[in-house]
């Protein structure tokens, strides 16, 4: 089956997708952020960018509704806080035919906030800590003080004193509990209208960052078993139910409810599959009851654990301490499963844990970005929760949307542009590695690469200044993109840099199509000499500009042409920003071809050959179409090249013959001069500085002119 994941961020969601695809299933997510933890694993096909969820749970969902109908998909799998708005708009997903596993939203909100949560359990008469919902006359320390709406330790604090609660409250309803010594347990269990088919419970044996477990092992509770089945019975619950659970001196209390699955690796290596049951729920099936689960099985996350050692205290040497730790089974993970990262069969999911080491490496108190980045993506905020309680959810029946929908088509190009910001910025960030190395062996230095790229990515280039991280990154990110891709970007980099600034000289102006986060204006000296119109959507101009404002580049000599292709002219719009068709002209055009219609194609070089006149000069890259036919034998490269520009949903749908260039230049007005590929331009930039890497053959960068009569 297709199956799509309502979040591609959390720990929860990746285990999931990993379970999923072993199944046997076509697995895609969705996330607000490209660079999502669930982007990084060979289980995951596609991530789809949504809105983010947690301000505005009624806009996210009406996105992720057009993508589960344009993409066909058999069931809509809620992975996080997502399942809040899916259970308010179960009638709307009954009626759109969508497949899930959702609580009625009555017996959600009965424990979606934890004030809720909390008078649910007093009345059912389950454990928790002391608890109260005014703070005056408490007099229990510690305490924790807790948001209503909060998720992975979000809006909870500690507090010691009088004073410190006071202070954590600030007016605002919360909900203090007493502090209770003993290890903390998770429980998960999936319900089919009320009756238990799934209980599975373990114990977190190690604390990694943010408060998760790092470390597991599945222990045998009946008696939290009991209790899950007293809630999960009274609320006639269906689908995921998870809680937090502390074991005191006087036996199990409930901390945390949780309406959706938590981590369900540690459950499945003890023999309970939770995420099998969730899936024959969604398609209507009635899952039968599962044994328990084997005790004892333990299981870890190192990514965790190299961000908990950063957090608490252990810098840099923690950090190596705990990679040697697990790289050679000691300690707690001499009998360990990893649930995260099993390089072995899955090696994109050891990028993620690259980039954490090298960032905590260089930088230690850059941890909390990793953890506060992805639970930000997925949590619900007070206010988004607010607005389910208030709105009425869609009524069976209406085919009134509940707001305007922010999707553009899957697969249309516009021609002439970037195939989109995740190109641009793996783009940006290859020249940004390259602008690290040492200047014996680097090829080109681009300043301004770092601040295109996101978060994640600056703090890893960042720590790539010292050549074991940067060629720690380089080695990981061609074992699981291919050997292609990188050093091709690169080698055409250079090569193209060359190309413009030796024929910069004989024309007046240059043209930029689809300028992304193109940087040759501002680091090449001789585009400083003539006009550079950079061509591009508004929106990626506008930040482009911001970025080149904040760094205070100079753009004195560059001309920004917004260009919406659904409404403007190209022409005409370079025209009105003062392009003059007089003047030669040198034409660029990078990295774009492949994304694109042959007619997108033909049609953006009719309006370059209707602009130029003689003396004008096209740069553009195409890659070889036996790739686009799918004959890779020529190419091994191109197998792990073409999985990832597909998982980006952006993928190469043209090509030339490099035989037949010279005929298909002609055929449309102009002449071949020069056709390099990344491989022969790696050999002419890499064997020069003795270095390993090599472009790939399958990627070209050409050289033409008008082809014009001999008198003309």
């Not at 139910?241 to 409930?254: E, N, P, Q, R």
């Not at 720590?463 to 074991?468: S, V």
């Not at 799918?630 to 949903?649: H, Q």
């Amino acid at each position: 089956m297709r199956v799509l994941l309502s979040d591609g961020s959390g720990l929860t969601a990746r285990q999931c997708a990993t379970r999923l695809s072993a199944d046997g299933h076509v697995v895609d997510v969705l996330s607000p952020d490209p660079m999502c933890l669930c982007r990084f694993t060979r289980c995951v096909d596609r991530v789809h960018r949504v809105p983010p969820y947690g301000p505005d749970p009624v806009r996210w969902l009406d996105v992720a509704l057009d993508v589960y109908r344009s993409g066909c998909y058999d069931v809509l799998f809620p992975t996080q806080e997502q399942v809040a708005v899916l259970s308010w708009a179960e009638t709307r997903l009954e009626r759109a035919g969508v497949a899930t596993a959702v609580p009625s939203f009555a017996a959600l909100a009965t424990v979606q906030d934890k004030i809720a949560a909390s008078a649910t359990l007093r009345r059912l008469g389950i454990p928790q800590p002391p608890s109260a919902t005014e703070i005056e006359g408490w007099d229990r320390f510690p305490a924790f003080v807790k948001d209503p709406i909060g998720t992975a330790s979000g809006g909870v604090r500690r507090v010691r004193t009088p004073a410190e609660l006071q202070g954590a409250a600030t007016g605002r309803p919360v909900l203090v509990q007493a502090a209770v010594d003993g290890p903390l347990l998770m429980c998960q269990s999936v319900f089919d209208h009320g009756s238990l088919v799934a209980f599975h419970a373990n114990e977190r044996t190690a604390e990694g960052a943010g408060g998760g477990a790092s470390h597991k092992t599945s222990v045998s509770r009946p008696d939290a078993r009991r209790w899950f089945e007293i809630l999960g019975g009274d609320l006639r619950w269906h689908g995921a139910l998870s809680a937090d659970l502390i074991l005191g001196d006087d036996g199990l209390v409930f901390i945390d409810v949780n309406p959706r699955l938590v981590e369900p690796q540690n459950a499945y290596f003890s023999g309970v599959d939770l995420v099998r049951a969730m899936v024959e729920l969604a398609t209507g099936g009635h899952p039968a009851l599962q044994l328990e689960g084997r005790p004892g099985v333990a299981t870890h996350q190192l990514l965790l654990s190299v961000l908990g050692a950063a957090q608490h205290g252990g810098g840099r040497l923690g950090v190596v301490t705990e990679i040697l730790h697990a790289a050679r089974r000691h300690d707690d993970y001499l009998t360990s499963r990893e649930e995260l990262t099993p390089g072995t069969h899955d090696p994109e999911t050891l990028v993620p844990l690259a980039m954490a080491a090298a960032a905590t490496i260089a930088a230690p108190r850059s941890w909390s970005w990793f953890t506060s980045g992805s639970v930000s993506n997925y949590a619900l905020t007070g206010e988004g929760w607010e607005q389910l309680l208030e709105a009425d959810p869609p009524h069976e029946g209406s085919n009134e949307r509940s707001g305007p929908s922010l999707t553009a088509p899957a697969r249309g190009r516009r021609p002439g542009l970037r195939a989109g910001s995740r190109t641009a910025e793996l783009m940006a960030v290859q020249r940004g590695l390259e602008s690290v190395r040492p200047l014996d062996t680097r090829l080109f230095e681009d300043a301004l690469a770092r601040s295109f790229v996101s978060l994640p990515w600056r703090i890893a280039l960042r720590a790539a200044r010292f050549p074991p991280v940067r060629q720690t990154i380089e080695t990981v990110y061609d074992f699981v993109g291919g050997p292609g891709p990188r050093a091709s970007a690169v080698a055409r980099t250079k090569l193209i840099d060359d190309l413009v600034e030796h024929l910069v000289p004989s024309v007046g102006q240059v043209v930029i199509l689809g300028a992304g986060y193109d940087t040759r204006p501002y680091r090449l000296a001789g585009l400083s000499t003539v006009t550079v119109f950079e061509v591009d959507l508004p929106s990626t101009q506008a930040a482009k500009r911001s970025v080149l404002r904040r760094t205070r580049t100079a753009t004195t000599s560059t001309v920004f042409v917004p260009v919406d292709f659904e409404t403007d002219a190209l022409a005409e719009s370079l025209l009105d920003a003062g392009y003059s068709p007089d003047e030669p002209a040198l034409f660029l055009w990078e990295g774009v071809t492949q994304y694109l219609s042959g007619d997108a194609v033909d049609a953006t070089l009719s309006v370059i050959r209707h602009l130029a006149t003689a003396g004008s000069v096209l740069l553009f890259t195409y890659v070889d179409d036996r790739v686009i036919r799918g004959e890779l034998e020529t190419f091994p490269e191109a197998g792990r090249w073409l999985r990832g520009v597909d998982k980006r949903g952006e993928p190469w749908v043209f090509g030339i013959s490099p035989t037949d260039a010279p005929d298909f230049l002609a055929e449309r007005g102009f002449r071949l001069v020069d056709d390099l590929s990344a491989m022969q331009a790696g050999a002419r930039y890499f064997e020069p500085r003795c270095r390993r890497d090599r472009g790939s053959g399958l990627y070209h960068v050409v050289t033409a002119t008008l082809d014009l009569p001999e008198d003309g």
